[in-house]
């Protein structure tokens, strides 16, 4: 697959600039060959900045759109890319990158019936493009349009019979149906196509890990790591595989690595917290723990067992505030009032002591002890992220390999800065104020800042209304789209308020980018 840089080069020796005359031609040309190398290395805020000025020039290209999408998308902001997509198409019908772009920005959004309509317009008009075909079959997947995904898989190994594609696909068809006989057949198949496919391999090494077969899979994560050794998951699976089997050395090593490369990765810090925990690392596995409830303060299996190790290091009130919050949230858990208990006799609250274990022995009565609490973690279990059962606190989670995130093929890579940016509404600087005075614009200044007032005094609807003129009457006001997409994102209005912020950040409000990347339903990456 080639880099983005080598696409972005080829698209620019291979489109030529038409339409373009005289003294704003020279000009022209040298805004877009100034944005078009910003946009090749990475400083997409700047090449925005440009492609606006060509846009502004001459608005009837349709180059300037396509690569300003390009920019956004890689900000993350796929509205706007989709918008500018949408442009391009309207000035020119008949370029496919412009709909395989889209289609991607769609995927991004969890939109795969638009994704679906745009690569099977850019598949009829490059039926040789290999990465349109896969992605537009896992599109099909995604849709549960098994049917048709299969239909494309067989067309891909038809038309590239040495290549894996087509029976990785139809292996993640298989899996979708629960087949996981026929999915590890395709996958082989695959195997002997490409016995070096990535894709295959791991896939391969995720069945095996399902059937058990803790060493086999161990020896294919081995290969897929060889070929790839960034893949996070390969290695929280291959961790996985040698808890299984004892290696917790090992298993240790590869959560440490999967965590330097992912280092908000949940499961990797949750199992390492257990493993940890086992060999008595106890303040390494509360580091872990705390991560956790830092990204998800509501998952009472990490709160209980920070709670039980802040006991194990002597911090009991520190325990007692976390069984408390599991307790609170889960009252029939009995064994969370007996760690209390012995927590508070520790610190000399023999009396809430004595209540919790009043409060157990009651309900063991009621339940005509029925109920038995958990004592050591069960050997080879694992759970589910998503299985909530407190007695399975000890447990490792298992991630699900038949659920496999669809790898899609594309020359886009998004990369951008997750700085933390504050979601506050936002005034211009005395140069904007001094150029709408100097332009005879003060109502248009009065208008804003009657609104910004609206917005402080809580009058949310009145602000919206009133930045809604300010745009009417110039629709170049960077800040009051900045601002009525903050206020919308205050009412829940994300539909209305991607737009707005996408608006901003193309005005030159580069932190609404970092805004719409934390707000717009974007797919994991």
């Not at 440009?50 to 509205?79: M, Q, T």
């Not at 596995?285 to 290091?313: K, Q, Y």
Request: hydrophobic content about 35%.
């Amino acid at each position: 697959m080639h880099t983005f840089r080598r696409f972005i080069l080829s698209i620019v020796l291979t489109l030529p600039l038409w339409g373009l005359g005289g003294y704003a031609q020279i000009n022209t040309d040298r805004m877009m060959n100034i944005a078009r190398n910003a946009l090749a290395y990475d400083d997409y805020v700047l090449s925005i900045s440009y492609f606006n000025l060509v846009i502004n020039y001459k608005p009837h290209l349709y180059e300037p759109y396509f690569y300003r999408g390009v920019a956004k998308f890689y900000l993350d902001d796929y509205s706007g890319a989709i918008l500018d997509c949408t442009e391009t198409i309207r000035r020119n019908p008949y370029f496919p990158n412009s709909y395989e772009l889209r289609g991607l920005s769609y995927i991004n959004l969890n939109r795969f019936p638009e994704a679906i309509s745009d690569y099977e317009t850019a598949v009829e008009m490059m039926p040789d493009n290999r990465s349109l075909w896969h992605n537009l079959a896992l599109c099909h997947l995604e849709n549960d349009s098994l049917e048709r995904a299969d239909s494309i898989a067989n067309i891909i190994i038809r038309k590239w019979a040495k290549q894996a594609d087509g029976y990785n696909i139809k292996a993640q068809i298989f899996l979708q149906k629960k087949d996981t006989v026929a999915a590890e057949a395709a996958i082989d198949k695959a195997i002997e196509v490409d016995k070096h496919n990535l894709s295959a391999i791991t896939a391969k090494a995720n069945i095996l890990m399902s059937h058990e077969q803790y060493a086999d899979a161990i020896k294919q994560f081995d290969e897929s790591l060889r070929l790839n050794p960034k893949q996070a998951n390969s290695l929280i699976n291959r961790a996985l595989c040698h808890y299984h089997l004892d290696h917790y050395r090992d298993a240790m090593a590869d959560y440490d690595r999967a965590l330097e490369l992912e280092p908000k990765n949940f499961v990797g810090h949750y199992n390492r917290g257990l493993l940890r925990a086992n060999v008595g690392e106890d303040n390494l596995a509360i580091e872990d723990f705390n991560f956790i409830l830092s990204i998800d303060p509501d998952d009472m299996m990490a709160t209980f067992n920070r709670a039980t190790l802040l006991e194990n290091i002597g911090d009991y009130r520190g325990a007692i505030r976390d069984y408390t919050t599991v307790i609170n949230e889960y009252p029939k858990f009995l064994y969370g009032y007996e760690r209390r208990a012995a927590a508070r006799r520790m610190i000399g609250d023999n009396a809430g002591a004595n209540r919790d274990e009043e409060h157990v022995l009651k309900e063991q009565i009621a339940h005509r002890y029925g109920y038995t609490t958990p004592t050591s973690r069960q050997k080879n279990k694992t759970r589910k992220k998503s299985q909530i059962n407190l007695d399975d606190y000890q447990q490792l989670v298992e991630e699900d390999t038949r659920e496999q995130e669809p790898e899609y093929e594309s020359e886009y890579r998004g990369r951008v800065q997750n700085q933390e940016q504050e979601a506050k509404l936002m005034l211009p600087n005395e140069n904007t104020y001094n150029i709408f005075r100097q332009a005879g614009m003060t109502d248009l200044i009065d208008t804003f800042e009657h609104a910004f007032q609206e917005a402080q005094a809580g009058n949310i609807n009145d602000a919206i209304a009133g930045f809604t003129r300010v745009i009417e009457q110039n629709d170049h006001f960077a800040e009051a789209y900045f601002n009525r997409g903050i206020l919308h994102l205050l009412l829940d209005d994300t539909p209305h308020a991607i737009p707005d912020l996408s608006k901003a950040g193309e005005l030159g409000i580069y932190q609404a980018y970092n805004i719409i990347k934390k707000n717009q339903n974007i797919k994991n990456k």
